[in-house]
């Protein structure tokens, strides 16, 4: 396959560039928002009503000229009333354009929260599979830059680009109805010269700043990575390396930014030297016109005030364009982001699950993460309602993608899997998940207080619901103790916490919840076996009433349970009771045989 040639990827990029302004487009003109439509109408006219008095100004400045120079009569206004309306024009013009400004504001800052807001909402909603895939500096990256794009593009795309372009189509006509046809072509010229000076460097400069932006990603990811994982660069006296491998990326953003401003500096150098010969060469004009006679001292102002008038927004012109290439560059990463297929998603007019008693069924699955690599192959089993049925084998063997499967982290790719009789695909995906709590092997908690983490569980929880989850769990009386007590911050994932009390106030979260089923997702096999002895009764309890399914790595947890399913290499290998599966002498009695000599080995 050959490699894009450089027309390609600009036409790919101006395609992607019409894709982002239409996606823009409906969040300034929404449907059945009328006040937005209104906003956009009124800040539209005052920033023509601008315009035309600025056009306007210099002619009154070459009035007030002429007059005090003696080249004209007297005007009815005189020299200082000309002045004084000068002042007024030019106080107009600025009143609009702020009042624009103010009457706009709304609709931009609706739009940026509307878009930022259903980007974050669809971030949530794509699957598993691809948020394991994707760092999360990358993705909060890409919105910070993408919802900044949109309202840099909504600001200075209506009015910069649009009002520039107008106000130098006006002082060609002025220029050419008040003076003559020579000099609207020479200030056409300088334009068109400028721009397009302007438009092939900024051009070559969008090049320079997307690899800049790359390597501000990639820095920004290895310093989010380093931070969340400060425990582990702790425990391999590793703070030297990560520092050198953040420096290492930070080299090349460096090499990036001094690339991209010295190719600034080029633009504007070479901008600078285009604005000048075009304004000298009018001036010349107008200077020889006014010896010639042909032109008054107030034309000659008036010629210099025009081109100054028109030199000022044509400076930013090149910061304008780069700033709005690179603003759909980024708007076009985030709506990449928004067209992201979501994996799992509910069909339409899914109803919501109807749990009687919460009987969960496995029916012949097959599952895997990759295709090429099966990780369930044909799995049956039956969880009866109120059962407490525990799932072990070893590891790769599948007993955490049950989990996963069962929650609709991903679709099984053969059988089904049923609660109540309901396939998990036919049914909303929130019903669904409201019906199911899950205790991970590492609880993860917000950077908030206990009271926070626990009320998670349920939304508008009342503190005495909090309360009485957090005794149920066993940690009520910890809390207490605490000098903030349940205000108490838990730092970033929980740090501040042990790990059997993170576990605690993880159980406790379920608790409020109050699911019919509980999944407990190997969650005591972190902790020490005194810490497990104690969080098992905390479990015990929570799991009274329930269909509880257990992933478990040790199983003097999960002796007592109704029933064990064993599974190998992706498949049910044994089911039964403790005592019945070890008097088998099969796989599980194997397992357990090897858990007890080590167990009494670290003895």
């Given amino acids: ?166 106000e130098l189509l ?56 380093s931070l969340l994982n400060f425990e582990t660069v702790k425990y391999f006296g590793a703070e030297a390396r990560e520092a050198q491998r953040y420096d290492g990326a930070m080299r090349h953003y460096e090499s990036a930014a001094i690339k991209t401003a010295t190719s600034l500096a080029m633009l504007n150098a070479g901008q600078s030297a285009i604005i000048t010969t075009g304004l000298v060469s009018v001036m010349v004009m107008a200077a020889f016109g006014v010896q010639n006679g042909d032109l008054t001292v107030g034309d000659f102002v008036m010629v210099n005030a025009y081109m100054i008038q028109i030199t000022m927004p044509l400076n930013f012109l090149g910061t304008v364009y780069r700033e709005i290439r690179q603003s759909l560059v980024d708007m076009g990463e985030m709506f990449d982001l928004l067209e992201q297929p979501t994996e799992v998603a509910d069909k339409p007019g899914a109803p919501d699950i109807k749990v009687s008693g919460g009987a969960v069924a496995l029916r012949d699955v097959a599952f895997g993460y990759d295709p090429s690599r099966p990780i369930l192959k044909g799995v049956s089993v039956n969880v009866g309602a109120g059962e407490n049925v525990a799932l072990v084998g070893p590891s790769g063997s599948g007993k955490s993608t049950i989990g996963r499967l069962l929650f609709r982290f991903y679709d099984v790719q053969g059988g089904a899997v049923q609660i109540d009789g309901q396939d998990v695909r036919d049914v909303t995906q929130d019903s669904l998940h409201a019906a199911i709590g899950v205790v991970p092997q590492d609880t993860v908690l917000f950077n908030d207080t206990i009271r926070y983490n626990i009320g998670y569980g349920r939304d508008g929880a009342t503190e005495a619901e909090i309360i009485a989850a957090a005794k149920s769990a066993q940690i009520h009386d910890f809390i207490t103790s605490l000098p903030e007590g349940y205000d108490t911050q838990v730092g970033e994932r929980g740090l501040k916490l042990s790990g059997g009390e993170k576990q605690r106030v993880g159980i406790a979260r379920t608790l409020l919840k109050n699911p019919p089923i509980l999944l407990l997702d190997e969650a005591t096999s972190a902790l020490d076996t005194e810490t497990e002895a104690s969080i098992q009764e905390a479990l015990r309890r929570a799991g009274e009433g329930r269909t509880v399914i257990t992933i478990a790595h040790r199983l003097s947890t999960i002796a007592d349970a109704d029933r064990i399913v064993v599974l190998q290499n992706g498949e049910v290998v044994e089911e039964g009771t403790h005592d019945a599966l070890l008097a088998r002498g099969g796989r599980y009695a194997a397992l357990w045989a090897r858990q007890q000599a080590e167990e009494e080995d670290a003895a």
């Avoid at 894009?4 to 996606?23: N, V």
Wanted: hydrophobic fraction near 50%; aromatic fraction near 10%.
């Fill in 1 to 166: 396959m050959p490699p894009d040639t450089s027309a390609e990827i600009a036409a790919e990029e101006r395609r992607s560039g019409l894709r982002t302004i239409r996606r823009v487009g409906p969040y300034l003109w929404p449907e059945g928002k009328l006040w937005v439509k209104q906003r956009v109408v009124i800040a539209m006219a005052l920033l023509v009503f601008a315009k035309l008095i600025a056009i306007g100004t210099p002619y009154l400045y070459k009035l007030a000229v002429d007059t005090l120079s003696g080249e004209v009569s007297e005007l009815m206004l005189g020299a200082v009333g000309l002045t004084v309306a000068y002042g007024m024009a030019r106080l107009m013009t600025v009143a609009f354009q702020q009042l624009r400004d103010a009457i706009f504001a709304k609709v931009g800052q609706r739009a940026l929260r509307t878009l930022a807001l259903e980007t974050f909402s669809h971030i949530h909603r794509l699957s598993m599979r691809y948020h394991i895939t994707r760092k999360t500096g990358g993705l909060s990256r890409i919105i910070e830059r993408g919802v900044k794009g949109v309202d840099f593009l909504l600001r200075f795309m209506l009015f910069s680009v649009g009002p520039l372009a107008l």
């Fill in 170 to 225: 006006l002082v060609s006509i002025a220029l050419f109805f008040l003076l003559d046809v020579w000099y609207m072509l020479v200030v056409m010229v300088v334009i068109t010269l400028y721009v397009w000076f302007t438009f092939a460097v900024t051009e070559w400069r969008v090049k320079l700043r997307r690899e800049m932006n790359k390597q501000d990603t990639d820095a920004n990811q290895k310093a989010i990575d």
